[in-house]
């Protein structure tokens, strides 16, 4: 029963914490221009980058690609063949 009080007095915190409206601090707008200049004139200029010339080609010529299959075809077929087998087997079972 402890545990039930504890916990709707928790609820009711949170709920009360909710219900206060959160007023955003005022700022000096003198302040924040008198900043942001500061940090105008103490900002340093970027180095240009160097110019890039263009690269030579890597790889002069790719590789061809290969037409063959490996005879991933021929598994293909050969595994549909033992399942059809181990079908009809578990069929013929039955």
Known sequence: ??????????????EEAMGIPIVPKSYDEEELEKELDDLISKQQPVPA????????QVVPSLPEVPTNTLGYRELDDDETMNLEKRLQRLRSAM
């Open 1 to 14: 029963m402890d545990e039930v009080a504890n916990s709707i007095d928790d609820y009711r915190e949170i």
């Open 49 to 56: 980058a160097p110019a890039v010339s263009p690269r030579k």
